[in-house]
């Protein structure tokens, strides 16, 4: 596949390079979701000592329920918000890793057809239908590929759709258990 070493050399620095990129992506969000962790670990914890020495103040019991109902909306709208953070961490690495990943395809696509033009060019007489066949085959395969990219972003639009629903329907949920 490769004629100089020269081609060797950067074609494993690319792949090294493309590993490189990877590795910084997952340790960014892994980043990311750990201090998004630790703040909503330490606003809960701040909420629930506040919340429970407001409680614990209530004059009478009725004072105390009304306090703690008061104080399940803030709380839910914090859950809420913490889970659309972490999609939104998820969401952008896998945007991430899918730009890398296509251009990591489009390289080798290219690859595969330089190649196949060299192979073309030097091969026999009557070798034009096997030729012919593997271009097809990468055709169908960049086919595939370009299909699989587009259920996938379909996939994700729809998971995105349902969890803002699903994230509103539980705040307007605990809104209305609040009011009641």
């Known amino acids: ?15 090294v390079d493309a590993l490189l990129s990877l ?21 809960l914890l701040e909420d ?24 399940a909306q803030p709380a839910v709208e914090q859950i809420v918000g913490y889970n659309r953070s972490l999609y939104e961490i998820s969401a952008q690495s896998k945007e991430e890793v899918a730009k890398l ?3 990591q ?6 690859q595969v057809s330089s190649l196949m033009e060299k192979a073309a060019k030097n091969a026999p007489a009557g070798s034009d239908v096997a030729v012919a066949a593997v271009k097809s085959a990468i055709e169908a395969a960049s086919s595939a590929f370009n299909s699989m990219k587009n259920v996938v972003k379909q996939a994700s639009e729809i998971a995105e759709a349902n969890i803002a629903t699903a994230s509103n329907a539980t705040v307007n949920a605990a809104a209305a258990g609040k009011k009641k």
Do not use: C, H, W, Y
């Not at 070493?5 to 950067?10: D, R, V």
């Open 105 to 110: 395809f489009g390289d080798f696509q290219k």
């Open 23 to 43: 590795a910084n992506t997952a340790l960014s969000s892994a980043e990311r979701i750990a201090a998004l962790n630790l703040n909503t670990a330490r606003s």
């Open 48 to 71: 629930g000592v506040n919340n429970a020495k407001a409680i614990l103040g209530a004059k009478d019991p009725r004072e105390a329920v009304t306090l703690s109902v008061a104080q």
């Open 101 to 103: 990943l296509e251009s």
């Open 1 to 15: 596949m490769f004629t100089t070493p020269e081609q060797f050399t950067a074609a494993n620095k690319a792949s």
